[in-house]
């Protein structure tokens, strides 16, 4: 009874993980998805960032202190949600204090300046959003791999080790049934046969 309670276990341990595997898989697919277009996104953005600053640099010359003028930027917040046990990062940008602030005077820039620092906004927001990615995808990965060794050790070693075990216990109970059996065929035989002799 201890085996097959076991063995009962193990395919439901076995049934939830490939479940759990199975909705990883489907969560990290979304993800890889989602990665490839935002790194799409980043490139373009880059490249129409870089043109805006060059046409600047070429308009006002060298622009090094209104670049510096722009602060440092601490807004970036890391929390995490879990799927199916597996911590997932949320990278979120904090800028409701300075979301429409300008950081430098805009009498000494031009239209390409500002679009510079527009773009540059926008590909931190979306580098931001494929760092938060691109680490659920990995953190998916390990989490798949190590449910796939697991339930691939209970499906190869643990299941066919309890259904031998139970098998072996089965057979040896049947076998003591069919002996106890026939010890009992043989004692009512003996006392019918006791009886009979009795009688005679």
Not at 62 to 73: H, M, R
Not at 86 to 106: A, G, M
Not at 118 to 146: G, P
Not at 162 to 174: G, N, P, Q, R
């Amino acid at each position: 009874m201890t085996f097959k309670k076991s063995l009962s276990l193990a395919r439901t341990g076995y049934e939830l993980l490939d479940k759990k595997r199975n909705i990883l898989v489907r969560e990290m697919m979304t993800l890889i998805d989602a990665a490839s277009e935002i790194q799409n996104k980043i490139d373009i953005t880059y490249s129409k960032a870089y043109l805006a600053l060059q046409k600047a640099n070429i308009a006002l010359g060298y622009i090094d202190e209104l670049a510096k003028s722009v602060p440092e930027d601490n807004s970036i917040q890391l929390t995490y949600r879990s799927v199916m046990g597996v911590e997932i990062p949320i990278v979120t940008i904090d800028e409701s204090d300075n979301e429409n602030t300008l950081f430098y005077p805009l009498g000494t820039t031009n239209t390409a300046f500002d679009e510079a620092y527009v773009c540059f906004r926008e590909v931190k927001r979306l580098t931001a959003h494929l760092a938060e990615v691109e680490n659920s995808v990995y953190r998916l990965a390990d989490a798949i791999k190590k449910t796939q060794k697991r339930a691939n050790a209970l499906k190869n070693i643990m299941i066919p080790k309890f259904e031998e075990t139970v098998k072996f216990i089965s057979d040896a109970l049947e076998e003591k049934e069919r002996e106890e059996f026939s010890r009992l065929k043989v004692i009512k035989a003996q006392k019918q046969s006791k009886a009979e002799g009795a009688g005679a």
